[in-house]
């Protein structure tokens, strides 16, 4: 038996079980009330009223008993659905391996389009800047660019918060020792847009109001993909939000004032390995790859006639502490 709950038991029926106790338990079916008959079919149905066939009348049943039945009805009930359940995927079993091994029609719902011309990847560009209006993400391992440009660039910045929109871009840490990508982030920053610095390798991508990604398309970045393929852009958006977390924030306005470094950078790289920096290390600070930083590291040797790195390391230390004179070949 188990049908019970939905609601258990309503008020009118309610009202008419106290009733029935206040005549002492029972009562005879000549003495209902025609409106009656719901609520007694719901007691009846219940078990909280039995019916006396001998003398046509109608009795109260303990509510604790009734309650005992309905509960252990219910909880049967209940580990006989959830064996059925657990044999519900069993079941279907031929069904989803069918669906799984079917061959699907690819979604073409998206679109790639590569533009090989240095001109008209900067002319699509400039037109993604001028549609743009809620965010641009940028990640840039190389920096900001020529200095001649940047007035445009935050021009087109300005622009884009007027319209409500907003810049979040990721460089190298190698930036913070340019003057120019420094003064671009700084002057950037003060118009609402956020720059931070990430020391591991990512990918060089823009996405325009994570509608449309430009990647480069070959090693050179002389060619470009513009990518509108909704899954693409989701997955290149969820790849620029992880480096965005791990990514290290910069006070860009302090770097502009400080970032007066000029040297070359082979001896930028000595000035490193002197004050006992790696050379990942120092490949990270200036934004080079290690394999850069060794052919430096590999020319100091020889200018200084060394063999190890900690000769070199030490012979650039005491240049460092010299006033500059270190052992030195003429060439």
């Given at each position: 038996m188990t049908e019970p709950p939905a609601g258990l038991i309503g008020s009118a029926a309610r009202e008419l079980y106290l009733a029935i106790l206040g005549e002492g338990g029972q009562i005879r079916a000549r003495d209902m009330a025609p409106d009656d008959a719901p609520s007694l079919e719901r007691l009846l149905q219940l078990g909280l009223v039995v019916a006396r066939v001998e003398d046509a009348a109608y009795a109260t049943v303990n509510p604790r008993t009734v309650g005992s039945r309905i509960g252990a009805d219910l909880r049967a009930t209940g580990v006989r659905l959830l064996g059925e359940a657990d044999e519900v995927p069993a079941l279907l079993g031929d069904l989803t391996h069918a669906y799984d091994s079917a061959p699907r029609k690819p979604d073409r719902t998206g679109v790639v389009e590569h533009v090989q011309d240095v001109a008209k990847i900067r002319h699509r560009i400039a037109q993604l800047d001028a549609d743009c209006t809620e965010e641009i993400l940028a990640a840039q391992p190389g920096g900001a660019g020529p200095s001649e440009s940047m007035p445009d660039a935050l021009e087109r910045i300005r622009l884009l918060v007027e319209r409500g929109g907003v810049i979040r871009g990721i460089y190298r840490p190698g930036v913070r020792t340019d003057a120019?990508?420094?003064?671009?982030?700084?002057?950037?920053?003060?118009?609402?847009?956020?720059?931070?610095?990430?020391?591991?390798?990512?990918?060089?991508?823009?996405?325009?109001?994570?509608?449309?990604?430009?990647?480069?398309?070959?090693?050179?970045?002389?060619?470009?993909?513009?990518?509108?393929?909704?899954?693409?852009?989701?997955?290149?958006?969820?790849s620029f939000e992880r480096d965005w977390q791990e990514a290290q924030r910069v006070q860009w306005a302090d770097g502009a004032r400080n970032s007066t470094d000029r040297r070359p950078v082979q001896d930028q790289v000595g000035a490193m390995l002197a004050s006992g920096l790696t050379q990942r290390a120092i490949a990270s600070r200036l934004g080079l790859s290690e394999r850069t930083v060794a052919g430096h590291i590999a020319r100091l040797r020889e200018l200084h006639d060394v063999e190890t790195l900690f000769q070199l390391g030490w012979q650039m230390r005491g240049a460092a502490a010299g006033g500059g004179r270190g052992k030195r070949h003429d060439r």
């Open positions: 120019v990508t420094s003064a671009y982030a700084a002057a950037a920053t003060e118009l609402g847009c956020r720059y931070r610095v990430l020391a591991e390798p990512f990918t060089r991508m823009l996405v325009y109001d994570r509608r449309v990604a430009v990647i480069p398309a070959d090693a050179d970045s002389s060619s470009a993909a513009f990518v509108e393929d909704p899954t693409v852009v989701d997955f290149l958006v969820e």
